[in-house]
């Protein structure tokens, strides 16, 4: 089994920035691709950005395209997301996820294991 455990939330003014943290634990060595996620208040869980671990190649919703960058250390899998220039409509809760599976992917269904979240607030 794997635990995913994410840090680094809080508030932030809009244009300011934030990196946020995935821990996990347990059988890690398993894991092959790992995303993050968000859900605002009232609204779906949605795609935010996800890494490939076997290639190292990344994935981007496209709101966040060129200020949020994902990356992670290969060996403890921690994941990390850098958000820059935050805009209120990134508040939401941040949710980490993986998965067994080789290849990232932007559905939720896609992913084995998930964290409980770390809420981030811009303010205007």
């Known amino acids: 089994q794997v635990q995913l455990v994410e840090s680094g939330g809080g508030l932030v003014q809009a244009g300011g920035s934030l990196r946020v943290s995935c821990a996990p634990s347990?059988?890690?060595?398993?894991?092959?691709?790992m995303a993050w996620f968000r859900q605002a208040p009232g609204k779906e869980r949605e795609f935010v950005a996800a890494?490939?671990?076997?290639?190292?190649?990344?994935q981007y919703a496209e709101s966040v395209k060129g200020r949020f960058m994902i990356s992670g250390d290969y060996a403890s899998k921690t994941l990390y997301l850098q958000m820059n220039n935050l805009k209120p409509d990134d508040t939401a809760v941040y949710y980490c996820?993986?998965?067994?599976?080789?290849?990232?992917?932007?559905?939720?269904?896609?992913?084995?294991?998930w964290g409980q979240g770390t809420q981030v607030t811009v303010s205007s």
């Open positions: 996820a993986a998965r067994d599976e080789p290849f990232a992917t932007n559905t939720r269904s896609g992913y084995d294991y």
């Open positions: 347990g059988r890690t060595f398993s894991l092959r691709a």
């Open positions: 890494i490939s671990w076997s290639g190292v190649s990344t």
